[in-house]
């Protein structure tokens, strides 16, 4: 049984999962809490209490699911009879590039969130991730999948790397890209460099079946092997 439980709960420590186990990997949209476990700290708190997460999951036996779920921020709506929170996504620009109210009703409106697989030549799942994190979703997703698959980076050091993310017409920038690279951003625009990792540069959950897992350290991500 795979039991997705005690996410974001986390210490100094991160290890490959048994190959015969299950292994889960998950955060929340928290910001201030760092770390990876192989278990949880009784008696903390749940770091998820709103926003976006992701989970993934991989079983013993090839089962693999990457599930990201949100509010958005919440309208404070509740649907009569289901307990269902509705979201503010009628209101998130970046799904909505011809301007609110422009849709037609009944048209289901798209999403950010972009849980992945990437398959080897057999069919097999060899990795799976996720993030919350709005419009970064989709650039902090590119980020990890391109450092692992494209440069045979380790999963953790992929995850953690420093991260960048284009907002309209400036360049959001974490700590650790050398000065030529900022120049070269330079050329297409303002650069803003911030002073530390940060939750708005997502929080990428992901895990390579029988190899390892990684949990993003912005959002409370950690790993557990069950």
Known sequence: ?????????????????????????GGS????????S????????????????HVTVADAEGNV????????????DVIDGTGILCNNMLG??????DGFHAAPPGVRVASMMSPTFVL?????????????????IRSAVLQVLTAVVDHHVELTAAVDAPRLHWDTDHTEVEPGFGAEVLAALGTAGPVNE??????YFGGVHAV???????????????????
């Open 65 to 76: 699911a990457a599930m990201t779920t949100s509010n958005g921020e919440c309208s404070g």
């Open 208 to 226: 390579r079946p029988g190899v390892d897992a990684a949990g993003d350290p912005r959002r409370g991500g950690t790993t557990r092997t069950i």
């Open 194 to 199: 911030w002073p530390g990792p940060s939750v």
């Open 29 to 36: 949209s928290r910001p201030g809490r760092s770390g990876r």
């Open 120 to 136: 080897g030549p057999d069919g097999t799942v060899e990795l799976a991730l996720g993030s919350g994190g709005s419009k970064r």
């Open 1 to 25: 049984e795979v039991v997705a439980a005690l996410l974001g709960r986390i210490g100094p420590h991160t290890h490959p999962p048994d190959p015969g186990a299950s292994t889960v990997t």
């Open 92 to 97: 998130e620009d970046d799904l909505h590039p």
């Open 38 to 53: 192989d278990g949880p700290d009784i008696g903390e708190p749940p770091v998820a209490t709103r926003g976006t997460t």
